[in-house]
């Protein structure tokens, strides 16, 4: 064994965002050199804090989109001008996305919302939110509503970092593709550390979905997501327990303070650390788990798929300056162009 290479357990292997990524990253490419130059997806975001986190994802997605082939435009604003800024970015027809860096005003109440950070987010247009953070796609998202309109013509957007674990999971064949849509992750269970409205909650919800039975473990409480319903859990029961049960373990909690005993980790499950911090010690996981399959971070699945949201969104509202909804179906549709008097 050569220096400094880590010991395997048998089977066991490091799963690297690069090999998920790629296919995407050509589809992306290729679906961008056929437009024209001029008429490429056009992404704004707006940067309104000085966070080192923020500024450097900034440039990283300016970095990428821009190698795709993709149009990229960063604002920085101030705070208090930002709810001014969206709703001129959601007017601008030549833009296809909109992206906010949070957090801008943390907990901070809001006015409209449980907190001013949760209410910007549905300032963002629904034609133009290519995180799927605003109220409709959040909707759409808890229905298991998986198309904008009621012709089934145009699919929603959903949360970039939610659809890179589910994209990764489908790269390790954890779903059977022989089943519909909605069974395809049915006898499964999965443990979700973390019940973050950006990350957790919605994975949860997406994955039970897509018929697995989802722990949904966070630093209070444990839920079980079974698909449209959420159950409580015995107060004895402890998230080893869920974890040892679990062919699949999302880590997503955002401190590096938190980490989970890799004797844990069921013999040859998958484990998913979202986090930008390790959640789990990743050597020794891959170490002692015999078959087990460790993906240690997940950005650059989450950069190709704002790129893919980007890309829904040209393609399903591009030219319209209006929508109207429809309160009965729960759909929106193109509203017809306003006659001249």
């Not at 080192?52 to 440039?59: E, F, G, N, S, W």
């Not at 999971?169 to 069974?183: A, F, G, P």
């Not at 955002?254 to 930008?276: F, L, R």
């Not at 300056?321 to 306003?338: F, I, K, Q, Y």
């Amino acid at each position: 064994m050569t220096q400094g290479t880590p010991t395997l357990a048998a089977g066991a292997r490091k799963v690297t965002a690069d090999e998920v990524v790629q296919p995407f990253i050509t589809e992306i490419q290729e679906a961008c050199a056929a437009l024209p130059e001029a008429s490429r997806p056009k992404m704004v975001a707006f940067l309104a804090s000085s966070d080192p986190a923020a500024v450097k994802y900034a440039q990283w997605t300016a970095k990428t989109l821009e190698r795709d082939g993709m149009r990229f435009e960063l604002r920085e604003v101030e705070a208090d001008d930002l709810d001014e800024a969206v709703q001129k970015a959601n007017a601008d027809t030549s833009v296809h996305g909109i992206m906010i860096y949070y957090p801008i005003f943390g907990m901070l109440p809001g006015f409209s919302g449980a907190s001013a950070d949760h209410a910007l987010r549905d300032t963002v247009s629904l034609s133009k939110d290519v995180e799927g953070l605003c109220h409709f796609y959040r909707r759409t998202l808890y229905r298991n509503q998986r198309y904008v309109d009621a012709e089934q013509a145009r699919k929603c957007v959903l949360p970039c970092t939610p659809l890179a674990v589910v994209k990764i999971l489908e790269h390790l064949d954890i779903y059977d593709r022989k089943l519909s849509d909605d069974s395809q992750l049915s006898g499964k269970t999965i443990t979700v550390v973390n019940r973050s409205e950006v990350v957790g909650r919605p994975l949860a919800a997406m994955l039970a979905n897509d018929g697995a039975t989802v722990y949904s473990v966070d630093i209070d409480s444990t839920y079980i997501f079974r698909r449209g319903k959420v159950e409580h859990v015995s107060a004895e029961a402890t998230t080893e327990q869920f974890v040892r049960e679990s062919e699949v373990v999302i880590l997503a909690v955002p401190t590096d303070s938190y980490k989970m005993d890799p004797s844990w980790v069921k013999e040859g499950a998958i484990v998913v650390n979202v986090s930008h911090f390790k959640n789990i010690d990743g050597d020794a996981l891959l170490a002692t788990r015999p078959g087990v399959r460790y993906v240690p971070a997940v950005g650059k699945v989450t950069i190709a798929m704002l790129e893919r949201n980007l890309l829904r969104l040209r393609e399903n509202f591009a030219g319209c300056s209006r929508l109207m909804w429809d309160s009965s179906t729960g759909c929106v549709e193109p509203a017809p162009p306003v006659s001249s008097p």
